[in-house]
Structures are given as C-alpha cells and as structure tokens.
C-alpha cells in the first residue's frame, strides 16, 4: 500500500464535497479506497495555469483537465477581462479541436463566461485555431478561447486564451490573468449557471468570412489556374483542418485533392498514429502511401488544431522527401517575397518575422528582397505581438518558425496551417510552371544564398536533480563560455537573460532589444549557430544547431548535405552532448 501525503490526501477529500458533482466524488471515492499513484498524480498539485493557458492530462483531479478545473480557470480569466474592460459588455469567442472532452469543455467556459455577463462566440462544430483568431478580431472580442492541447497525445487536452489583438498572451496579460486564476481556489468561486441569452452559436458566417479573407492572400492565381490539376494529398490526422484546408485548396483553384480518408474523421484517440504530430514521418505514413498511389505532387499534414503543417515532396528520382520547418519557411519566403517584386507589391515598407531558433536563411532571403526581417524569441505571440506593434506603420508579410508553423498576411495572429497549406500548395504550382519541384527549388535558394542546415536534440533530465543539473549548465555556459566549437572561433554570443550580445572579437558588448528570456546562443566564424534553452513545459534542455556551407551546383547537393550532416554532429560532440 502506498504511503501518501496528508496534504494529497486533504486535496482529494475535499473533492467529495457537494461542490462537486456525484460522478466526481464516486472516482475520488474510488482512488481513495484504491491508494493508488493515480490518486498521487491527480491530487499532488493544481493544475498550472501558465503563460499559454492549461494543458494536462483529462480526468478528476486538481491536476487533472475536467469540469472544476477549467470553470475555476475560466472564472479569473473572466474576472480580469471584467476588470480590463469596464463601463461595457465585453466579448469573447470560443473553439474547440476534435479532442475527447474538447467540446463539453467548450461549452462549460461558454456558461462560466455567460454568467459572469459577458457575452459569448461559440464555435458550433470543431474549428481550426487560426480562425478562432481570425474571429476575435473579426468581431472585435476582447478574448479568445480555443480548447486543444495541439499534438500532444490523446490523454491529454488544454485551454488555449488570446487576447483582444487576436494573439496569444503576452505580458502584462499574461501574469495578470495567472494571478487572477490563483485567486480561484475552489470552485464555489466560479459562477457556473449560465445566461443562454448571452451565448450565440455561430459557424458558417464566419467560415465565409475567413475564407474569403484566406483567398486574398493568393499573388499568383493565374499559375494556379495554369496547373489546377496539381496532385496534392492531405490528411488532417483526425483533427479540424478537414473543416477548412480542402475548401481553401478548392477556393484557391485546385482540382485535384486527395483526401487520406482514414485519418479524414475527426476523432480525439487519434487512431492510425502513434502521435499526432506532421513533424514525425510515422504520422504521415498513410499520406505518403497515398501519394504513391496516386503519383501525388504534394503531400500535406495539419496538426489537430491545424496551426501547424509538414509537408513532404519529390526529389529527383521521384521519392518523397520530408521537409523540416525550416525549409517549408524558406520556401514561403522566397516564393512570397520574390513574387512581391514582379508584382511590383512593395512600397517600402514591409516587414518579416523569424524565431531567433529559426534558420538565419530566412534573413538572407529577406536582406536580398530589401524586406525588413525581425526575430523574436521563441513562440509565435512574440510574432503576433510585433505585428500589432507596428499595425498601421509597417506591412507584414509573412513569418515563420522552425517547428512547422507559418503565418502569411496579418489579420490572424496565430500559426495558420490552413493559410500555409494554401500558399505552400501555390508555391509548387509556380515551380511546376518553372518546371521544377518544391526540392528544386530549395536548391535554387541554397545555390542562392548558401547552404543551411539545421538539427534539434533534447536533453531529458528528470526531478529535482535534473532540474539543478540543467540550471548548472545554463550557468556554465555563461559563466565559462567556449571560445570555440567544433575548431571554430566563436565570434558573438547573445544572452537573452542579460539581454546583451558580445563580439568577442573585439570585446564589446551591446544590448538586445527583446523581453528576458534564459536562452544563450553562440556564432561561429564558420557560420554555425547553437542555441541553449531549458524548455518551459518539459523537464529538458533543448540545443539547436544551424550551419552555412557553400554550395556552387544543383549536382552537390546530396553530398554538401552528408557533409553538413557531419558537421551538426562533429559540433555536438565538441560540446560533449
């Protein structure tokens, strides 16, 4: 029998109190009698509502995603919308993904919100989250709600909050609204009778306005109705994307779609994958079988709340190859940005967005087409939050992030996997127009500006010794920087903690002009980069490698990327990782 804490034990006692449904108190009933680690993991600590929201694994619990928790979370969220916007009827839209509980979840925030006077958006089916926050903005809410815990497994469900810009929160918000839902401490707190009269359901309406918004986007429809017929695959992996990307493609002009029907159904078990994740081959095994069935051009994933797409292309000989992140967003930008000059679109002031772990490529491409290209620290609300910053004063045109998530044009400020799919889709109709394959072009833009390349590991360090032990390193790299990596010279560091770069070279320090964030990054005289960062979910450190090499013809291409290969690895062992 386990041996359980007094303070996990009173936790889950005062769950069978009548503040709590019947079916509730009977599974706490249940554990107790039982003694279990279920009990310890569902009671040991309250669900963190962080920067981003919730995101747990369902069940009862106060560490659990379920009824109480989320109306507790839902009620200071609501407090301080109430607080923010005084002297009027505030507003906030609401979506959920095809998840188990993603619905009724929805529903319960949609009550919670109603009987606290505000008035209530709600999604009347599965939607995708870059239209939820297209709507916020669309019908000028002052938040959003979207229920997903995106790829993560089919345990698992989250609590996504954005703000009035139609961005995920960022500060003053975003500490603001967790000091508010700590102020929940039980549910008797949360105003859980609803005010139906404030709820509308809506659903097409905006789908019609997303779409035709999404449509605006397209720089080269002649060349899309040139090449309609373009074999393209998509799967949506059992998530929302089937409500929106095939229409988008149609919308677009393309004729040819091919549905991978068995992963067509929304459903949150997710069935035919291991992880519902477009960056994995595995998840995208069906789509490819597919692809070679029918002799596809193009293959498409969405995540399950379609922010985020992997794509898969043919090389030369005819195999599907995987794009990582990097190279779909390179290839966004050089078709974007170079179809913005022939179409004569630029006035001067236009501006792009990277992730500071995000291939330096992307710059290049931007420098070459004089666009201003700024990074932003890792998340894509960093990216939203430049955007509203220079609303009216600069044009975005597009942004990206290297894992799988893009962002073309403004009016949603999120990653839009459906606007990418899209945009992808008519950049491989340009380059069919050209005679060339999406591969074929990446090589163009690597005999163009350089090769790049780039890798991800991550460290795994459990409990409270792995946690000290990533802290030591974070501390070492600062305090005891390398002079060289892999025989190269380290010629500029960037310590977003101290938020200051260093030229080592000649010893002079300047500021960074971004929020503190524990994120140290190395530049090497050869052109690699390394980023260290501790992950703010998981116990882990993550290191990110990118390095530049030359290449003169389209024939070196599969040697330079052996060769590049190598060096991300000769560059790992030099750190003794």
Same mark, same amino acid.
């Given at each position: 029998?386990?041996?359980?804490?007094?303070?996990?034990?009173?936790?889950?006692?005062? /769950?069978?109190?009548?503040?709590?449904?019947?079916?509730?108190?009977?599974?706490?009933?249940?554990?107790?009698?039982? &003694?279990?680690?279920?009990?310890?993991?569902?009671?040991?600590?309250?669900?963190?509502?962080?920067?981003?929201?919730?995101?747990?694994?369902?069940?009862?619990?106060?560490?659990?995603? &379920?009824?109480?928790?989320?109306?507790?979370?839902?009620?200071?969220?609501?407090?301080?919308?109430?607080?923010?916007?005084?002297?009027?009827?505030?507003?906030?839209?609401?979506?959920?993904?095809?998840?188990?509980?993603?619905?009724?979840?929805?529903?319960?925030?949609?009550?919670?919100?109603?009987?606290?006077?505000?008035?209530?958006?709600?999604?009347?089916?599965?939607?995708?989250?870059?239209?939820?926050?297209?709507?916020?903005?669309?019908?000028?809410?002052?938040?959003?709600?979207?229920?997903?815990?995106?790829?993560?497994?089919?345990?698992?469900?989250?609590?996504?909050?954005? /703000?009035?810009?139609?961005?995920?929160?960022?500060?003053?918000?975003?500490?603001?609204?967790?000091?508010?839902?700590?102020?929940?401490?039980?549910?008797?707190?949360?105003?859980?009778?609803?005010?139906?009269?404030?709820?509308?359901?809506?659903?097409?309406?905006?789908?019609?306005?997303?779409?035709?918004?999404?449509?605006?986007?397209?720089?080269?429809?002649?060349?899309?109705?040139?090449?309609?017929?373009?074999?393209?695959?998509?799967?949506?992996?059992?998530?929302?994307?089937?409500?929106?990307?095939?229409?988008?493609?149609?919308?677009?002009?393309?004729?040819?779609?091919?549905?991978?029907?068995?992963?067509?159904?929304?459903?949150? &078990?997710?069935?035919?994958?291991?992880?519902?994740?477009?960056?994995?081959?595995?998840?995208?095994?069906?789509?490819?079988?597919?692809?070679?069935?029918?002799?596809?051009?193009?293959?498409?994933?969405?995540?399950?709340?379609?922010?985020?797409?992997?794509?898969?292309?043919?090389?030369?000989?005819?195999?599907?190859?995987?794009?990582?992140?990097?190279?779909?967003?390179?290839?966004?930008?050089?078709?974007?940005?170079?179809? /913005?000059?022939?179409?004569?679109?630029?006035?001067?002031?236009?501006?792009?967005?990277?992730?500071?772990?995000?291939?330096?490529?992307?710059?290049?491409?931007?420098?070459?087409?004089?666009?201003?290209?700024?990074?932003?620290?890792?998340?894509?609300?960093?990216?939203?939050?430049?955007?509203?910053?220079?609303?009216?004063?600069?044009?975005?045109?597009?942004?990206?992030?290297?894992?799988?998530?893009?962002?073309?044009?403004?009016?949603?400020?999120?990653?839009?996997?459906?606007?990418?799919?899209?945009?992808?889709?008519?950049?491989?109709? /340009?380059?069919?127009?050209?005679?060339?394959?999406?591969?074929?072009?990446?090589?163009?833009?690597?005999?163009?500006?350089?090769?790049?390349?780039?890798?991800?590991?991550?460290?795994?360090?459990?409990?409270?010794?792995?946690?000290?032990?990533?802290?030591?390193?974070?501390?070492?790299?600062?305090?005891?920087?390398?002079?060289?990596? &892999?025989?190269?010279?380290?010629?500029?560091?960037?310590?977003?903690?101290?938020?200051?770069?260093?030229?080592?070279?000649?010893?002079?320090?300047?500021?960074?002009?971004?929020?503190?964030?524990?994120?140290?990054?190395?530049?090497?005289?050869?052109?690699?980069?390394?980023?260290?960062?501790?992950?703010?979910?998981?116990?882990?450190?993550?290191?990110?490698?990118?390095?530049?090499?030359?290449?003169?013809?389209?024939?070196?291409?599969?040697?330079?990327?052996?060769?590049?290969?190598?060096?991300?690895?000769?560059?790992?062992?030099?750190?003794?990782?």
């Amino acid at each position: 029998m386990n041996t359980i804490d007094k303070n996990i034990l009173d936790n889950a006692k005062s /769950w069978l109190s009548d503040s709590y449904d019947i079916e509730t108190r009977n599974e706490v009933s249940r554990m107790l009698a039982e &003694n279990s680690t279920e009990l310890i993991d569902s009671f040991y600590k309250n669900l963190e509502f962080g920067t981003g929201g919730l995101r747990g694994i369902m069940g009862v619990g106060t560490n659990r995603m &379920n009824k109480y928790t989320v109306g507790m979370a839902t009620q200071g969220l609501a407090n301080y919308i109430l607080r923010s916007f005084p002297n009027m009827e505030p507003s906030v839209a609401i979506a959920f993904d095809s998840r188990n509980n993603s619905s009724y979840f929805a529903q319960v925030a949609a009550e919670v919100m109603s009987a606290n006077g505000i008035k209530v958006y709600l999604f009347d089916k599965l939607r995708p989250v870059p239209e939820l926050s297209f709507t916020v903005r669309y019908l000028r809410c002052n938040a959003g709600i979207v229920l997903t815990a995106s790829h993560n497994p089919k345990e698992y469900n989250g609590y996504k909050v954005y /703000w009035a810009d139609g961005g995920q929160l960022v500060p003053p918000h975003d500490k603001n609204i967790i000091t508010e839902v700590g102020k929940i401490n039980s549910p008797n707190l949360v105003k859980f009778k609803a005010d139906f009269d404030k709820i509308q359901i809506i659903g097409h309406d905006i789908d019609a306005v997303y779409f035709d918004y999404l449509k605006t986007l397209s720089i080269r429809p002649d060349l899309i109705q040139k090449h309609h017929d373009l074999p393209i695959v998509y799967s949506s992996i059992h998530g929302t994307g089937i409500m929106a990307v095939p229409q988008m493609l149609e919308y677009f002009g393309f004729s040819n779609i091919h549905l991978v029907e068995d992963q067509a159904i929304p459903d949150g &078990n997710f069935p035919t994958v291991i992880s519902p994740n477009p960056e994995e081959r595995e998840t995208l095994t069906l789509a490819l079988k597919k692809a070679q069935h029918v002799n596809a051009d193009l293959v498409m994933a969405t995540d399950p709340d379609a922010d985020r797409v992997g794509v898969a292309c043919k090389d030369k000989n005819g195999d599907f190859v995987l794009l990582n992140g990097n190279q779909t967003a390179s290839i966004l930008y050089y078709y974007i940005l170079s179809q /913005w000059q022939e179409k004569n679109k630029y006035k001067g002031n236009e501006f792009v967005v990277k992730t500071i772990v995000t291939s330096e490529l992307l710059n290049d491409i931007a420098k070459h087409y004089k666009v201003e290209s700024f990074d932003v620290l890792t998340g894509f609300k960093y990216i939203a939050e430049l955007i509203e910053k220079f609303k009216g004063e600069k044009q975005f045109i597009v942004g990206g992030e290297e894992s799988y998530g893009y962002l073309i044009g403004d009016y949603v400020r999120d990653k839009d996997a459906v606007a990418s799919c899209c945009m992808i889709a008519e950049a491989a109709a /340009w380059a069919k127009s050209r005679s060339m394959t999406l591969i074929d072009v990446l090589i163009e833009i690597y005999l163009k500006f350089g090769f790049y390349k780039e890798d991800l590991i991550s460290i795994t360090k459990k409990g409270k010794a792995g946690a000290d032990e990533i802290k030591r390193m974070m501390e070492n790299y600062r305090s005891n920087p390398p002079t060289e990596i &892999n025989g190269s010279k380290v010629i500029e560091i960037r310590d977003y903690q101290k938020a200051e770069k260093t030229d080592t070279l000649h010893n002079i320090t300047t500021a960074i002009s971004l929020p503190t964030s524990n994120v140290i990054q190395f530049f090497t005289e050869d052109g690699s980069k390394i980023t260290v960062r501790p992950s703010g979910t998981e116990p882990k450190i993550k290191f990110y490698f990118g390095i530049k090499k030359e290449i003169k013809k389209a024939s070196e291409f599969d040697v330079v990327n052996e060769q590049a290969n190598q060096r991300i690895q000769a560059i790992i062992k030099s750190l003794d990782l």
